[in-house]
């Protein structure tokens, strides 16, 4: 597994994240199956938000509940949690919501901090001194660690850090080879009546890379928004030969060069699993080092769609 020092921070982590969004409805021994699977493909950090499980806090309780990190285990794991969306009411990164927020995580996670917070969604209410009044009291008393965002535009990370002193560290957006407008963009800019050519981000994988902000892909399988994986998919005849001849080669299956695809880019990104297969998930761990040649990498991308001018 291919690890690195989080720019801005001490924190050494994986390219490979195990997403816990889906253990709502799994027994505590399926849910230590999975982390322990994890683990020891070498992936030793773990992304929750508060909303996951259709109840506040409730897929963070599952985990804490069925995992019981011993104080060691703790300290060996990295654990990141989100907020800001708040069902039914819109989002919300007031002061008050984001504190309230971390204080009913720690809770559900039988934790004393956590390593990463992010906030999960744009607010268009959004008032960046409360931010880093909320981001100075949780680092003040050790509950946060490190801070980044999800889903959010380069102006908008702009605002916040004019106010906000701590580094944002991460941007998790949304990222797979058929769901790639981040990168498919700038590969053909200004090329008229080209749908890809429209900016839909401003760029914001340069700009991640340009302030150290680490781009973490989350649905890295789906087709599209939640529209089904695209491995195995007969909508996606072309692609999937493709991966499976590389598969091949590198004696992979082949949801790890779709993890390939993703951390083959110089940016650096990490891949969230959002899988709660234990197989799929030591599947996907081994495209953490898949050497993807540029041709390899551009095969893909035409595959699945793209243009190359």
Known sequence: MLTFTLPGTDIVVPNVVLGLMRITDKSDDEIRELVRTARDAGI????????????????????????????????????????????????DFSYEHIVESVNGSLEALQTDYVDI???????????????????????????????????????????????VRQPIVAN??????????????????????????????????DYCRLNDITIQAWSPFQAGFFTGVFLGNEEYPELNEVIDRLAEKYDVP??????????????????????????????????????LTRGEWYELFQAAGYTLP
């Open 117 to 163: 917070l992010l906030l999960h969604r744009p607010d268009a209410l959004v008032e960046p001194e409360e931010v880093a009044r909320a981001f100075d009291e949780l680092e003040a008393a050790g509950k946060v660690r490190a801070f980044g965002v999800s889903n959010h535009t380069p102006g908008q990370i702009e605002l916040l850090r004019k106010h």
């Open 172 to 205: 998790q957006l949304q990222l797979s080879i058929t769901h790639a407008p981040i990168v498919a963009q700038g590969v053909a800019t200004n090329m008229q009546a080209l749908d890809q050519s429209g900016s839909r981000d401003l760029g914001i994988v």
């Open 44 to 91: 030793d950090f773990v992304d929750h938000a508060d909303i996951y499980g259709g109840e506040l806090h409730l897929c963070e309780r599952r985990y804490a509940e069925a995992v019981q990190l011993t104080p060691s285990e703790r300290a060996a794991t990295t654990i990141q949690t989100k907020c800001g969306i708040r069902p039914g009411l819109g989002f």
């Open 254 to 291: 082949p949801i790890a060069i779709a993890t390939a695809w993703i951390t083959r880019h110089p940016a650096r990104m990490q891949v969230v699993l959002g899988t709660t297969s234990p197989d799929r998930v030591a599947g996907a761990a081994q495209g953490s080092q898949v050497p």
